[in-house]
């Protein structure tokens, strides 16, 4: 199993981009989430899945777009890129019921 | 959700046994704690949940008081490679565990 795993590793946009990061798991978890970290800080939550169609936003969605097609697959939409969307980007996945977060290696995202 | 409360740093010497201690007075009778362990540039890795009294894995221990008002995550026997940040989480059984937040966490230093 790959776990879960995140393209690009890195990322350098200009403001005003968008782009869109990618997140798989292969461990048929019905949950997924999307993260960002910043400097010196935990994880806020952006958004996250239930499953298969059905999302729903986190403590920090603004700027950010969410779909969720099919169980392995959670992309997280940039629309619009801003400086202050520089950050660390974490996908994670849990199975229904679950207590545990796998987390993916991170996206490092810069915006100039 | 539950705001928790943890030492923003700690030191410790290799072979030293680790306390690390969260206080979450505001505990809802279905919450977990759930303790997650980062590495720079690495995602959250899962450590250890309980509920109440003890629980015990091949990794760390977690204290949890007869009032769950507070938690202690212990590491036995320290080495270099436990320098890392550790995050203490409340939640989980009636809001989703995918949505549980991460503090800032405690960023444990081993030493030789």
């Known amino acids: 199993n790959a776990g879960v795993t995140q393209t690009p590793k890195f990322q350098v946009l200009k403001t005003g981009q968008s782009m869109t990061l990618q997140c798989a798991q292969d461990?048929?978890?019905?949950?997924m989430s999307w993260y960002r970290q910043d400097p010196g800080m935990g994880l806020r939550l952006i958004h996250y899945?239930?499953?298969?169609?059905?999302?729903d936003q986190g403590e920090v969605p603004n700027g950010y777009n969410v779909s969720r097609s099919t169980t392995e697959d959670f992309p997280l939409r940039l629309l619009s890129a801003a400086p202050s969307q520089t950050s660390v980007y974490f996908c994670?996945?849990?199975?229904?019921?679950?207590?545990?977060?796998?987390f993916g290696p991170g996206t490092r995202l810069t915006v100039t | 959700l539950a705001k928790t409360t943890q030492p923003i740093s700690m030191d410790s010497y290799e072979g030293q046994e680790v306390n690390i201690t969260c206080s979450h007075n505001?505990?809802?009778?279905?919450?977990?704690i759930t303790w997650y362990q980062q590495f720079p540039s690495q995602g959250p890795r899962f450590i250890i949940q309980?509920?109440?009294t003890k629980v015990t894995n091949e990794v760390a221990s977690l204290f949890i008081p007869a009032d769950r008002k507070s938690s202690t995550l212990s590491l036995p026997r320290v080495s270099l490679s436990d320098t890392a940040v550790y995050y203490c989480?409340?939640?989980?059984?009636?809001?989703?565990?995918?949505?549980?937040?991460f503090g800032t966490g405690t960023r444990l230093l081993v030493s030789p």
């Open positions: 461990m048929n978890h019905e949950y």
């Open positions: 309980g509920y109440k």
């Open positions: 505001n505990i809802a009778t279905n919450d977990y």
């Open positions: 994670a996945s849990s199975a229904r019921g679950a207590y545990e977060q796998y």
């Open positions: 899945s239930v499953g298969a169609g059905i999302t």
């Open positions: 989480l409340v939640g989980g059984m009636n809001t989703g565990f995918q949505k549980l937040v």
